[in-house]
């Protein structure tokens, strides 16, 4: 999720995963994508 908002892509394992992207400049919208997506899963 966080890696669609700077244009890119993810992957990895179920306990690892990577992403990275195009529009380093969402970067800040990705962080808190990301945060959001964590705060969830708790």
């Known amino acids: 999720q966080a890696a669609n908002v ?3 892509k993810g992957g990895g ?3 690892m995963a990577q ?3 195009s529009l380093p400049e ?3 919208e990705a962080l808190a ?3 959001t997506w964590l705060q ?3």
């Open 6 to 8: 700077v244009g890119g």
């Open 13 to 15: 394992r179920p306990d």
């Open 19 to 21: 992403a990275g992207g």
């Open 26 to 28: 969402q970067l800040n």
């Open 33 to 35: 994508t990301a945060t």
């Open 40 to 42: 969830q899963q708790l």
